[in-house]
Structure formats: C-alpha cells, structure tokens
C-alpha cells in the first residue's frame, strides 16, 4: 500500500455493510421465492457468493439460487483492445426466465459492464425484473443510464483513481481502496 | 497468453503449442454459449466474412457458417460453380473483387495446396484456411484433438493411429502436426502406395498391418479413400481395401480394448468402416462435429483483430 493510498471500507466495514446489504435484500425480497442471484464475473461473483452466505446464516431455510455470469462475449469494446479478452466461466444451473434477479457486480462505474451484463443474462431467459446490487459506486462518471438499487457505499472519485475491492479468500484481507496507479 | 501467434490460420504448421491450448480453452466456453437456450453473442457483429468455397463441402462450409452466424458477423457466401471462376477470373482478381466489399475476414477451401497461404501474401484480410487441396486443414485438425482432449482429459502417452488414404489426406497431415505438437504419439496405417514417400521425415512411422494398428492405439482415426484426388490406380480394387483396412464390427471386438474410434467426414460406409463401427458408443463422430462449431468460433474469435 503506497502513501497516496485511501482506505474506503476497512475489515470491519465491510464486513457490516456485507450485513446491512443482506438485510436490505430480506427486507425486499421476504423469502426470495422465485429469486436467483447472479455475479458477473470474476469480481462480482465475490461479493455475490458472500451476501449469498450472509443470507443463509441469517436464515438458514432460504433456499436461493446462486449463479455467474461472463460477459466477455457481450462486451462492447471487443476489437478495440490489443489482445482478444479471455472470457471466465459462465455457472448458470437454472432458468431465469420469470425470475426476480438481483444481478451483483463489486463495482459501478461507467456501467458498460453492467449493460454487456444485461445483455448476456438475457441468453438465459426473459427475467421477471432485474435489480442491480453493488459494493461500491463510483457517482459522476457514468457513459449510461445505469443506476443500482442496492449500494454498500458511494464514493466520489476522479477518472485517473482506482478503486480496488479486496477479498479475504483471495486477497487475505476484507478491504476497499482507491489508489491512482503510476 | 491471450494472443495467437499468428494473423491468419493458414495452418497447423505455423501454430505454437501455447495457440493451440489457447483455442482449445476458448472453445470450451463457446462450447457452453452453444448449448444455452439462446446460442448467439454478439462478439463479432461489425465483422464481414466470405466464406469462399472453390471445391465441394458440406460439414465445413454449414460449420463455419453456423459458427459465423452465432458471432454475430455478417456472412457471405460463395461457390466456384456459380461463380465467375468458371469464366476464367483468377484467384486474385476474385477474391480482391470480393473484398472490396468490405471483407474483414476470409475462410477459403481451394484445391490446390497453398491457396490459402499465396492469398494471405496478397490481399489485405485475415484468411481462415478451411482445406487447400491435400496439404492442410487446420481446423479440422483442431477440432479432432479437441475431441480427443475432451474424450480422454489428459492426452499424454496416447496413441493415435490414421487409418487410410494418407497421400491425398490434408485432414492426416494437419492432425500429424497438431498431435505431435500436443504431445500425443501418431503412426498411420494404409496401403504403401497411399502412404507418402518421406512420412518418417515427419517422424512418423507405419504400421501397414490393420489388426497390429488398432492394438496399438488408444484412438483410431479412419480416413475416406479421396478418388477425386487419384488420378491412377493405388489398389487393385475398393473391394480388396476394404478387406485389408476396412473396420468392421467383428474385428473391433477383438481387440483386447475398447478402442476409440475417430472419423472427419464424410463416411462411405461400408469401405473405410461398416455402419455398425460408426454408429457404435466407441465412435466419437458426432461430437466431432458439434465440436467444429466450438473450435470455429474460438478461431474466428481469437483472429478478429482490433477495428482500425
């Protein structure tokens, strides 16, 4: 971690907005019939399978479908970049066709992610009605009229900055950052 | 790695080991997009393909187009019998003609070896070679060792053998190549005069009795006799090669294992193999084609390119 490093949500942070999250999800959803969640790939399925825990040790009874989406394929900056993007792995067990989706990314930016994210879901069905749950959203710098419905916190930011989510599974510790690289 | 080493596939030949595994991971998830209930993305939408066909195919040309159509490019068809070849165009000429419709991407079969690689020298788009007489057919050739890979997960030590007219075979030469860059053992197995003179050069070796092969091998890939491309007799007659290296029912049961058994199209049954081998749960034929879509689309993908 360098200087010019700003901590956004520290361990204990993150862990309670991972809670208030959930809570707000219950408040909405009751007993989540008729109700999958979806991540996209490869950080939102993160934060995707850990409100999906958070869910269940809040009621273990809760029988709710989890899945990850890839959307490389949908992606609308194909072509415009040096190397082909190497896509991740799609899991989708289940139909969403009539479903009630909560569709999960770890950041919301320019929204191009959650768009392509629209657009690849659909090849699994017409959903019931989508909502959009993210850990951290990035105000002002949108290139689309894409808002979420559930938000772990704002942050104000400027282009050249980074946010970086940080998982414990992965990363050793539960953290967000904004940093601007070199 | 996430590139290609090279700019167009003109064949096995020109490819690493690392492009290999690259295009064999891709399929796997173009594997899974085909087989949603809706298979098409939207991947390749401002791309143009023609799709240039100056010798007969059917599996290749319907799995290239499906491939194409579920990138979502724009497709063009052609067809040196309906075409102004027949006029006496040149190669060239034509295809400079057609991509000056603004072609992004070409997947040719022509009959003779090395079209696809003087096209490339030539005009100013990717070319996809898809057959260039009896010299190669990469794509093919890869999407026999992406059955394979799929059928047997780790390939290492494996034996394959090539079974039938290997001289007029572009589907054997492109496999020799993709087989042994992927580390698997390959020999074939024919008549002498359908093998070719300096095949040990290839470091490949034959076994000329059938039987010996198929104990051999963990894999057998049968080839069709090409008659359009034997312009003299190699053998006395369909009849005699059929008992010598015709693969049969009974013969495939005596063997001490189950053997599997490979074949890229099109089937005379009855010469190269009876009905009851092909249709047989040891024949892994139809996922070789549902696999070409796969591969296809994994190729077409990775040598899009940047827009200019």
């Known amino acids: 971690m360098q200087s010019s490093d700003r901590i956004i949500l520290d361990p204990k942070q993150f862990e309670l907005t991972i809670k208030r999250l959930s809570h707000q999800l219950i408040e909405n959803y009751g007993d989540f019939k008729d109700t999958v969640i979806i991540g996209l790939q490869p950080r939102g399925y993160f934060l995707a399978e850990r409100i999906h825990q958070e869910l269940m040790k809040i009621n273990a009874k809760l029988d709710i479908k989890l899945g990850s989406l890839d959307i490389t394929f949908y992606r609308d900056d194909f072509r415009r970049q040096e190397t082909p993007i190497i896509p991740n792995k799609t899991e989708i067990n289940f139909i969403i066709e009539d479903k009630k989706v909560i569709l999960i990314d770890d950041v919301l930016f320019t929204g191009r992610t959650i768009r392509s994210g629209l657009d690849a879901m659909l090849a699994f069905g017409r959903p019931k009605t989508v909502e959009l749950l993210v850990l951290i959203n990035r105000r002002y710098k949108r290139h689309l009229p894409i808002q979420a419905d559930y938000i772990g916190k704002n942050v104000h930011s400027i282009v050249s900055e980074r946010v970086k989510v940080n998982w414990k599974n992965i990363d050793k510790e539960d953290k967000v950052i904004l940093y601007t690289p070199e | 790695m996430s590139k290609l080493s090279t700019k167009h596939l003109l064949g096995i030949k020109y490819l690493q080991k690392e492009d290999i595994n690259l295009i064999f991971e891709t399929a796997d998830h173009f594997k899974q997009v085909i087989n949603r209930p809706i298979k098409k993305v939207p991947s390749l939408r401002d791309i143009t393909i023609a799709n240039l066909f100056f010798e007969n195919s059917t599996r290749t040309k319907l799995s290239f187009e499906l491939a194409e159509k579920r990138l979502s490019a724009d497709v063009i068809n052609f067809a040196s019998s309906s075409s102004s070849v027949t006029k006496g165009e040149t190669l060239i000429d034509t295809v400079n003609n057609i991509l000056s419709m603004k072609v992004d991407m070409v997947v040719m079969r022509h009959p003779n070896p090395g079209a696809a690689y003087f096209l490339s020298q030539h005009v100013d788009a990717k070319i996809i070679n898809a057959g260039d007489g009896a010299h190669e057919h990469p794509t093919q050739a890869l999407l026999d060792g992406y059955s394979m890979r799929e059928k047997y997960k780790d390939l290492t030590g494996k034996n394959i053998i090539i079974v039938g007219d290997i001289t007029h075979s572009r589907v054997a030469l492109s496999n020799i190549f993709c087989l042994q860059k992927m580390g ?34 963990d894999i057998a890939m049968m080839l069709r006799i090409q008659l359009e491309r034997q312009d003299t007799k190699f053998f006395p007659s369909i009849r005699e090669y059929t008992q010598q290296y015709g693969l049969n029912k009974e013969l495939l049961d005596s063997l001490s294992k189950k053997i599997t058994i490979m074949h890229p199209g099109p089937i005379n049954r009855g010469v190269e193999i009876t009905s009851d081998v092909a249709d047989s749960n040891q024949s892994i034929i139809l996922n070789q084609v549902e696999n070409g879509v796969a591969i296809r689309m994994a190729v077409l993908y990775l040598l899009a390119g940047r827009v200019d």
């Open chain 2, 184 to 217: 698997v053992n390959v020999k074939v197995c024919g008549p002498l005069t359908l093998i070719p003179k300096y095949i040990n050069s290839l470091g490949v070796e034959v076994i000329s009795n059938l039987k010996e092969a198929l104990e051999w091998c």
